[in-house]
């Protein structure tokens, strides 16, 4: 059928030596105030502001957006269950949320709070230039 052959693995070797050669870059954000800084960031801040982007973004809302981007974390807020379970449900949504990140690794220390109509959550983010505490209110 085609007139050479694509070995697979060679591929995807290929693709992952191209994600690690690749510094992200995002436009600053102010974690304050959710109102752009003016410049760019590279490296850890930039997988910081996507992580808060993708935890700000309410998934399946905006036509743009791609279906596995965004959270689903203010489905929570208002839900009558035990603390433990609303954790344990916030960080698998978090979890969801940012994995598809190719340079996030993982979370950790994570604590979930909510009061009124507001959700806390922090937690360490892994990423593979190294870890930062992020603290977003959804």
Excluded: Q
Excluded at 77 to 94: F, P, Q, S, W, Y
């Amino acid at each position: 059928m085609f007139p050479y052959e694509v070995d697979e693995e060679e591929v995807l070797d290929e693709t992952a030596e191209e994600i690690e050669e690749e510094e992200p870059v995002e436009y600053g954000v102010d974690f304050k105030t959710g109102k752009l800084t003016g410049g760019k960031v590279r490296g850890k801040k930039a997988i910081m502001v996507w992580a808060w982007n993708a935890l700000k973004t309410y998934r399946f809302v905006y036509e743009p957006m791609a279906w596995d981007y965004g959270s689903s974390l203010p489905d929570l807020i208002g839900k009558a269950m035990k603390h433990e379970e609303l954790e344990a449900r916030a960080e698998a949504l978090v979890r969801e949320a940012l994995m598809p990140n190719p340079y996030i690794e993982g979370i950790s220390d994570f604590s979930c709070v909510i009061e009124n109509d507001k959700m806390f959550i922090s937690f360490t983010l892994e990423t593979a230039f190294g870890e930062e505490d992020m603290n977003v209110e959804i």
